[in-house]
């Protein structure tokens, strides 16, 4: 006697249904698609304790007909697609022909539409899977779906829905993601018969501020940058925006939300150098390539993606993160008020600054880094930028920073600041005063600059040190009495083994007793750096993480470590020549507007906003 036998059409139905229907949320997700496919513009989503008693949803789409209606409540029918080639070529949401029948399994459903050419609308009821006579039934136009008692018959399932409040929230969780990416549709969502989200027609610019809120906006950076066939646009929450937890991460492909873990990647190692290690970021980001670039038939929720392509879409996704967020803050921006000035050397009135490459103007450069000038006026240098030129450029050459700014204003329409004014004035400023030993008081074009000095240093630092390392030019700085501390059984072991690849960091640490290391050399640049603690850091994160593939992954955090211990402490009393020099570096130094751990190092403070606090005019 034969122990295999076929399964019942229902119980293969509802197999099917828990990778399609997980919750509540899962079937919005499907309606919402369906939807969008059949030219809705006008969606109405009502839900009552969550969508557990009732999913219903209304749109004004092209409705679907009579004789079609059996058809939509079948497993593996579809309108979108016929052959292989076109499933290779999806360009809609929904292909797979599951959705409406992996429902309809597992709950009661109701299907009503009608046609803009019919009489009336056709209504047909599904139980267990079995789909009712269509009869005629009142309806202007479009579909209505009402989902009853999801998992009714399945209480296996049911018990593992969360409290009503809760299914709510991945409800509406599930239509902000489908919202974000279809700003041509009106959506309006009720819970309990109360509105809850009303979204209007917009541009996606403005159903991003809708969704995710003004702080989101305030703290964004827009891009739209496009190579071959790729394009990628969105808004991309600066560093000071961070979070605790990836609630406010939206990646769509060709209008279809994903969890790629491709493009995570890519995104993670763009906020690396920016972002706090323990922090998220925030972005709504959108990528369009060619339906054929990417297969979407991978898993049956439609959420993974499969890129023909796939390094060359991480590098694109990678480089255009890191020039949006490396990219120098303007003034109008929205960081927090934070602006950029416009650089000294600029030639051209408005007319050449209106969408023209500009070229730099010899006759009136900047004035001459602070290593190149003397003690007089404003100028001077201290110690750790005495005799050299910021981040490994030369004093001739144009800090990196200015040629930001160029790009930057070569495509904006109008003069942020009178030539008469910035030729006068770097873009930073010139140091004022020190408050607190934290911040430097810079007097600039636009009025009063704010730096946290310690947050500023320390990502200059972080930058030369990469780039040294980067070259295996680590400078290193014997020092004349070792610092020699107890050390651990385990720091013992790790100093000995990593003695060449510490040496590579500029570092010489050996051991001088069974229970005792000496510190006898390190990185140049970190010479007033804490001897031990530095020390003690390397040697934790060595062993911690080793020396090949992990070590070099980490290995940014590390050097963000070093750079930090290496940096200018509070309290400390600089000189304005010395204040200065910082401010230049500043210029010289890219994504210097944030610390290696995300928070601003600079804000400005306008004459306008000066004058607003002391009420002058009013």
């Known amino acids: 006697m034969s122990s295999i036998h076929l399964l019942p059409d229902l119980l293969v139905s509802q197999i099917a249904a828990g990778e399609v229907v997980e919750r509540p949320a899962s079937a919005v997700k ?90 009336h609308a056709w209504k047909a009821g599904a139980l267990d899977g079995k789909l009712h006579t269509p009869e005629p039934a009142a309806l202007a136009r479009g579909t209505v779906v009402e989902v009853r008692d999801l998992f009714f018959n399945t209480p296996a399932r049911r018990k593992f829905l969360k409290s009503p409040p809760t299914e709510f929230a991945h409800c509406d969780e599930a239509l902000r993601r489908v919202a974000l990416a279809h700003p041509e549709c009106a959506f309006t969502l009720a819970h309990n018969g109360r509105i809850s989200r009303r979204l209007t027609v917009a541009d996606w610019q403005a159903r991003a501020l809708d969704i995710l809120g003004e702080d989101f906006a305030a703290a964004a950076r827009t891009l739209d940058e496009a190579a071959g066939p790729l394009r990628l646009y969105g808004l991309a929450g600066l560093p000071a ?253 790790t100093a000995e083994e990593a003695g060449p690849a510490l040496a590579e960091m500029g570092f010489e640490i050996a051991p001088v007793s069974p229970t005792h290391l000496a510190l006898r050399a390190l990185p140049a640049m970190l010479k007033d750096a804490d001897g031990e603690r530095l020390a003690r850091e390397v040697l934790k994160d060595i062993h911690e993480f080793g020396l090949s593939g992990a070590m070099n992954a980490r290995r940014n955090e590390l050097l963000a470590t070093l750079a930090c211990h290496g940096a200018v402490r509070a309290n400390r009393r600089l000189t304005v020549p010395e204040m200065n020099a910082l401010l230049r570096d500043m210029e010289g130094t890219l994504r210097a507007d944030q610390c290696n751990h995300g928070r601003p190092t600079w804000f400005q403070l306008t004459l306008s906003d000066l004058d607003k606090l002391f009420m002058r005019g009013q």
């Open 241 to 493: 925006y961070s979070r605790s937890g990836r609630d406010a991460q939206y990646l769509f492909v060709n209008g279809r939300f994903v969890r790629d873990k491709l493009l995570s990647h890519a995104v993670r190692e763009a906020y690396r150098d920016v972002l706090h290690h323990e922090r998220h970021p925030a972005y709504v980001l959108f990528l369009e390539l060619p339906p054929e670039g990417v297969d979407v038939n991978v898993h049956p929720a439609k959420t993974e993606v499969r890129f023909r392509d796939g390094r060359g879409v991480h590098q694109f996704v990678l480089h255009v993160l890191e020039r949006a967020l490396g990219a120098g803050r303007e003034k109008g921006d929205s960081d927090a008020s934070a602006g950029v000035l416009a650089p000294p050397f600029f030639k051209g009135g408005p007319e050449g600054i209106s969408g023209h490459a500009r070229e730099l103007d010899t006759t009136n450069p900047p004035p001459a880094p602070l290593w190149e000038r003397g003690e007089s006026g404003r100028a001077g240098a201290y110690s750790p930028y005495a005799g050299r030129a910021p981040s490994g450029h030369s004093a001739q050459e144009p800090a990196p920073y200015y040629q930001m700014v160029a790009e930057a204003l070569s495509e904006t329409s109008e003069i942020r600041n009178p030539k008469s004014e910035i030729a006068e004035t770097p873009p930073l400023g010139y140091a004022l005063a020190q408050l607190s030993g934290i911040y430097i008081l810079a007097e600039n074009a636009h009025g009063l600059i704010v730096v946290d000095m310690h947050a500023a240093h320390e990502r200059i630092l972080y930058e030369q040190i990469k780039t040294a390392f980067d070259a295996r030019a680590v400078a290193s700085q014997p020092l004349l009495i070792p610092v020699v501390f107890a050390a651990t059984g385990l720091e013992m072991v």
């Open 30 to 119: 499907e309606l919402l698609e369906n939807s969008l496919d059949a030219g809705s513009r006008d969606i109405r989503l009502d839900l009552e304790e969550g969508g557990i008693k009732l999913i219903r949803l209304a749109d004004d789409g092209m409705g679907i007909a009579q004789d079609d209606l059996k058809l939509a409540l079948t497993r593996h029918a579809t309108s979108k697609i016929a052959s292989l080639d076109d499933l290779e070529r999806v360009a809609s949401l929904g292909f797979r022909g599951e959705a409406l029948a992996s429902i309809a399994s597992v709950a009661r459903l109701t299907l009503t539409s009608r046609v803009v050419e019919a009489a």
